[in-house]
T-cell receptor, first 115, second 115 residues
């Protein structure tokens, strides 16, 4: 079956450490993969998009990798802060030629950064 | 820009009642999406519009659900009659277009409770 899995429902780390979140997918051939952040009581907020021919993308303390062979994306937050605590969602359009109307979201990983 | 605006923020109703959720997308965005989020199933696309025209409503659970977009600045999602299993957070999102590399902008959602 086709699906997106985010490695764990919850991840707890200490402030200052690097948080690594995993997104695995099966039976898809996405051209792009996106990451969103969701705070309690709010809608998801777009963070980063990575193309299938980009191995890595960075934005400030965030880094995303995309391995189409492993069918996996890793999302890293370096020097994590309590303000980074939120749920992080990965999303992809399953196939080439698809539109945002086909965007599929993982269930998310809830990150808690302890001071 | 005010972002995507949804109303109401919370709705509590009794089974069998009609519920109408409202959304104002970001000005200039051509695509509008309605999502439902639950703990069990995560974020699920219900329907999306492009240039006010419904493109794909295959995610609408059943005939009790209907959505309209009478103009570029307003959309409604209606549930009639509502049932307890409809309880969820409903999000509206908009994007400039429907390309797979477009990012979505979400509203803050409507928390629906059907008693």
């Amino acid at each position: 079956s086709q699906k997106i899995e985010q490695n764990s429902e919850a991840l707890n780390i200490q402030e200052g450490k690097t948080a690594t979140l995993t997104c695995n997918y099966t039976n898809y051939s996405p051209a792009y993969l996106q990451w969103y952040r969701q705070d309690p009581g709010r809608g998801p907020v777009f963070l980063l998009l990575i193309r299938e021919n980009e191995k890595e993308k960075r934005k400030e303390r965030l880094k995303v990798t995309f391995d189409t062979t492993l069918k996996q994306s890793l999302f890293h937050i370096t020097a994590s802060q309590p303000a980074d605590s939120a749920t992080y969602l990965c999303a992809l359009v399953p196939n080439y030629g698809g539109s945002q109307g086909n965007l599929i979201f993982g269930k998310g990983t809830k990150l808690s950064v302890k001071p | 820009d005010a972002g995507v605006i949804q109303s109401p923020r919370h709705e509590v109703t009794e089974m069998g009642q009609e519920v109408t959720l409202r959304c104002k997308p970001i000005s200039g965005h051509n695509s509008l999406f309605w999502y439902r989020q639950t703990m069990m199933r995560g974020l699920e696309l219900l329907i999306y519009f492009n240039n006010n025209v419904p493109i794909d409503d295959s995610g609408m659970p059943e005939d009790r659900f209907s959505a309209k977009m009478p103009n570029a600045s307003f959309s409604t999602l209606k549930i009639q009659p509502s049932e307890p299993r409809d309880s969820a957070v409903y999000f509206c999102a908009s994007s400039r277009a429907t390309g797979p590399n477009e990012k979505l902008f979400f509203g803050s959602g409507t928390q629906l409770s059907v008693l």
